[in-house]
């Protein structure tokens, strides 16, 4: 098997990823909706809508990953590489908006404010950093598989 750039699409360090984004991405999705009115607020429509769209995102790439590494050949092809990084960074900075945007509402609906109980307003917190590890692993995904595309040799 050639040598492929660590977290490349095709690689066990890629597969992690992609399930750590799936992992992290439906937490947030599932703290964010599941017994708790999330439809009031912007950010947190937001929030589900971009996690929303990692999930299948990440799943379809991990089960290339999952196909690349149950053939032995990593993924080489430089136009699907490029889609994959950009629907990476695509995706990233939404994950990356949504959680900020989460924060800052959360940050304002604390409980010391009055605006929301103390279990609600843990359960949003609680989805905002499990989008700011999605975003995390997204980006970091989004860069190996760059650095993969630049090692590539396009004669």
Not at 31 to 36: I, L, T
Not at 57 to 65: G, I, P, Q, T
Request: net charge neutral; with cysteine; aromatic share 12%.
């Amino acid at each position: 098997m050639d040598e492929v750039a660590p977290g490349a699409v095709g690689s066990l360090p890629s597969l992690s990823l992609r399930l750590g984004q799936a992992a992290f991405s439906t937490a947030a999705l599932l703290f964010m909706s599941v017994g708790v009115e999330f439809y009031s607020y912007t950010s947190f429509c937001f929030l589900v809508t971009s996690m929303g769209l990692l999930i299948p995102w990440s799943c379809f790439l991990a089960v290339v990953d999952v196909y690349s590494l149950f053939l032995g050949c990593p993924l080489r092809l430089p136009g699907a590489i490029i889609l994959i990084v950009a629907g990476d960074w695509v995706l990233s900075l939404l994950a990356l908006g949504a959680a900020c945007s989460t924060a800052s509402v959360v940050t304002l609906l604390l409980p010391a404010n009055g605006y929301c109980s103390p279990g609600v307003c843990g359960r949003y917190q609680l989805s905002a950093a499990m989008a700011f590890l999605s975003w995390f692993l997204t980006a970091s995904s989004s860069l190996f598989n760059l650095w993969s595309l630049a090692s590539l040799r396009l004669l």
